[in-house]
C-alpha cells in the first residue's frame, strides 16, 4: 500500500476507534453513576461490569482469527454495529424492576458491548502494524498516537456521560448515543479506503496461541498492569468521590457527577496525552528494541510505589478531609502518566515483536489478557472497597503491579 492510501486508511481507523470509545467512555459513567444513585453495592456495580470483561477475554481470543479469516474492516464494522445495538438495548431498562432483574440485564448489554469494544480495538491496533511506514520508529509514533489519542477521547466520554446523566437522564442519553454512534458508522463505511487485509480461507484457530515466549510474559505483565488500574479505578474512586462531594440533594448529586466525570476524563486524557508523547520521552527513534524491551520492567517498577504511599496515607488518615481528596487526585494522577509509559511501551512491543502474518492473532491474543486484566480489577474493585474501602484498593492494586513487574522482567531473557 503506498504511503498516502496507507494514511488515509489510518485516518479512517482511528476515527473510527474515536468514535467507539467516546461512546464507551460516556456508557461506562452513565451507567456507574445512574446505578449508585438506585442504591447498589459496590459489589452490585462491580457485577454490571463482569460480563463485559469475560467478553472481552473471549472476543480477543477469537477475534484475531476472524480477523485473519474475513478481514480487519469487517470486525471493525462489527464492533461498531454492534455498540449501537447494546445502546439501544439499554434504552428498553425499565426503572420499575428489580435490582436482580436490572443487574442480569444491564450485565447481559454489557457484555455484548465488550465484545463490541474489543472487536473495534482489535482491528485497529492490527491495522497500524500494517499500515505504519517501517522506518524512523514509525510504528511506535503511529501506535502511540493512535492509543493516546483514543484515550484521550475516551476521557472526554467519562465527563460526557456524567454530563448528560445529570441533564437528560439515562434513557434520553442512552438513545442519542445510539444515533451518533450509527451515523459515523455509516460514514465511516461509505469513505474507508481499500488496501485492509480482506482475509485468508486456510487461517486456523490454533494459531492464536503464540509460541513467541516473550509476547507470552508482555500478555502475563500486561494482565496485571490492567488489573491494578481497574481495582481503584472502576468502582474504588467513582465511589469514595462520591462520598466525599455529595451531600444528599438533587443539586449537590448533580455536582458530584460532573466532578467525577471530569476527575475521570482529566485522568484519561492525561494518561492518553503522555501515551501519545511516550515515542519522545522514551526516544524510540534512537533505540533499538532490545533496549525498549528491558526498559519495560523498569517503567513497572517505578509504577509500583504510587498506590502503595496512597494506600498507606488513606488508611492512616481519620476521615476524607479536603487535604486528603487533594492529595489522592494528585497521586492518582501521577499514576496514570506513569501508567501510561508502560502502557505504551507494551502496545509498541507487541507490534514490535510480532509479524504480518500473525498481527491479528497475537494482537488478539495480548488484548485478551489486557481484558481479562480488567476482568481481575473490576472483580476486586468492587470486593476490596466493600471490605476495607480505598486503601484495600490501592493497597491491592501495588500487589498486582509487582506481578506485572516480575512478568516484564521476564522480557527478552532466554
Known amino acids: 500500500m503506498s504511503q498516502p492510501q496507507g494514511l488515509a486508511a489510518y485516518v479512517a481507523v482511528t476515527a473510527a476507534y474515536w468514535a467507539f470509545m467516546l461512546t464507551d467512555g460516556a456508557l461506562r459513567m452513565l451507567v456507574l453513576l445512574h446505578f449508585h444513585t ?25 477475534a484475531g482469527w476472524i480477523a485473519a479469516r474475513f478481514g480487519l474492516t469487517s470486525t471493525l464494522y462489527a464492533g461498531l454495529g454492534l455498540q449501537v445495538v447494546a445502546l439501544l438495548a439499554l434504552t428498553q431498562l425499565d426503572p420499575g424492576w428489580s435490582i436482580p432483574a436490572s443487574v442480569a ?16 480495538k482489535m482491528s485497529s491496533k492490527s ?18 498516537l493512535l492509543t493516546g489519542s483514543k484515550n484521550a477521547v475516551k476521557g472526554l466520554g467519562f465527563f460526557l456521560g456524567a454530563v448528560l446523566l445529570g441533564l437528560f437522564g439515562f434513557t434520553a442519553s442512552v438513545a442519542g448515543m445510539a444515533a451518533l454512534l450509527a451515523a459515523i ?17 486456510d487461517a486456523k484457530f490454533k494459531e492464536v496461541f503464540s509460541k513467541n515466549r516473550d509476547i507470552n510474559w508482555l500478555s502475563f505483565a500486561r494482565l496485571f498492569l490492567f488489573g491494578a488500574r481497574d481495582v481503584w479505578f472502576v ?36 494518561y492518553g496525552a503522555v501515551q501519545a508523547s511516550a515515542p519522545k520521552l522514551l526516544r524510540a527513534a534512537d533505540r533499538p528494541t532490545g533496549q525498549l524491551v528491558r526498559a519495560a520492567s523498569r517503567w513497572a517498577m517505578a509504577l509500583v510505589a504510587v498506590p502503595a504511599l496512597l494506600a498507606v496515607l488513606t488508611a492512616l488518615a481519620d476521615a476524607p478531609a479536603p487535604w486528603l481528596t487533594a492529595t489522592v487526585v494528585a497521586g492518582l494522577l501521577l499514576f496514570g502518566a506513569i501508567f501510561a509509559v508502560n502502557s505504551a511501551l507494551h502496545s509498541y512491543l507487541i507490534l514490535a515483536l510480532t509479524n504480518d502474518d500473525r498481527v491479528t492473532m497475537d494482537v488478539g491474543f495480548y488484548y485478551m489478557s489486557n481484558a481479562a486484566g480488567r476482568l481481575l480489577g473490576t472483580v476486586l474493585s468492587g470486593a476490596s472497597y466493600q471490605i476495607g474501602g480505598l486503601p484495600m484498593c490501592l493497597a ?19
Open 105 to 120: 440485564f444491564v450485565m447481559a448489554v454489557q457484555g455484548a458491548s465488550g465484545v463490541a469494544k474489543d472487536l473495534a
Open 127 to 144: 491495522a497500524v502494524k500494517l499500515l505504519a511506514p517501517k522506518e524512523g520508529g514509525g510504528l511506535f509514533r503511529w501506535v502511540a
Open 185 to 201: 458508522l455509516l460514514l465511516i463505511a461509505l469513505k474507508m479506503p481499500k488496501g485492509l487485509p480482506t482475509g485468508r480461507k
Open 235 to 270: 468502582v474504588g474512586i467513582p465511589i469514595y468521590f462520591y462520598a466525599v462531594l455529595s451531600d444528599g440533594t438533587t443539586a449537590g448529586n448533580r455536582m458530584a457527577f460532573f466532578l467525577i466525570g471530569g476527575f475521570m476524563a482529566l485522568w484519561i486524557i492525561l
Open 38 to 62: 438506585l442504591g447498589f453495592s459496590p459489589v452490585q456495580l462491580a457485577y454490571l461490569f463482569v460480563l463485559y470483561e469475560i467478553a472481552g477475554v473471549v472476543t480477543n481470543l477469537s
Open 396 to 414: 491491592t492494586a501495588a500487589g498486582l503491579l509487582v506481578i506485572s513487574t516480575f512478568g516484564a522482567a521476564r522480557l527478552g531473557q532466554r
